[in-house]
């Protein structure tokens, strides 16, 4: 069988920041640092880990909206940084964005029609006609479960869910291929986060659109993602399959938030697993460890870990896959070699 062909591949992805001098006179602040991803069509992929670990700013890297200092993106075979005029325009209309908080993201003026139809107001070329586009939004608001009447009401006449379900017709107007959702639930009750996931992995079946997902939630990771990439001072130290790097996780750092994750034994009850705490704060990213990045807060460390960078090692999955499971560490906590 061949292999599938990824619509993105990121390669080498460095970016690092100016920002005010800290106690030991460094100024740069590295948010990725060495990023390698890739992402099959109709896939979604989970970006998880704490608080500044890179989640956002490799998105604004995959969204053009930061341009990185080094290393490579590919989107369907081209680099959208080479890109200029209606070349670029184009590009654009292929990847959107969910955002996280679904009030803040609305112009409370606006109404939901005039929302989900702001992005034709750039993209003329492709926008319907006058006399299409009040049926387009109908449409789409019909998509996202929705009623067709509620194309005049204002943002603050819809719930959470509602409004959430606003940002994403209107991430879906241009009909992209890629969708990167930064945190799209977090701000909604737990009730409504799995409406609107439901909502997503049914609009994916229909229409074929990638996801990018960012979250912190691991139980809404694992519930929507086909393949997980854990982050950890700017660098991806984990990634695979989603039900294999949970079940199996290589790195350490994996393992811990896995453990700190509720999770629900076959018969309903909360699971009893044991909580791995880890020791320390996260690190400055202004003066990350030397070594393995993760190594202050890591029970396995040793001398080398301080020393040596980890090579990333893992375990080889079906020959379809467009990566194995694979986990940056000197001490992986399970290993099948690749090509085992």
Known sequence: MSEPTPLLEVSGLRKSFRVAKNKAGRSKLTALDGVNLTLGRGETLGLVGESGCGKSTLARVLLMLERPDEGTVRFDGIDPFTLKGKDLLAWRRRVQMVFQDPFASLNARMTAADLIGE?????????????????????????????????????????????QRIGIARALALQPDLIVCDEPVS????SVQAQVLNLLADLQERLGVTYVF???????????????????????IEHGPTEDVFDRPLHPYTAALMSAAPTLEEDGTAGSGER??????????????????FRTRCWQATDRCATEAPDPVGRAESADALEPHEGRCHFPLSLTPVGA
């Open 187 to 190: 701000a909604l009750d737990l």
């Open 214 to 236: 960012i979250s912190h939630d691991l139980s809404v990771v694992r519930h929507v993602a086909d393949r997980v990439s854990v982050m950890y001072l700017g660098k991806i």
């Open 119 to 163: 992005p034709w107001r750039t993209h003329r070329d492709v926008a319907p006609s006058p006399r299409e586009r009040e049926a387009k939004v109908r449409e789409l608001l019909e998509l996202v479960g929705l009623r067709a009447t509620d194309a005049h009401r204002y943002p603050n006449e819809f719930s959470g869910g509602q409004r």
């Open 276 to 293: 791995i705490l880890l020791d320390g704060e996260l690190p400055s990213p202004l003066d990350p460890p030397s070594g393995c990045r």
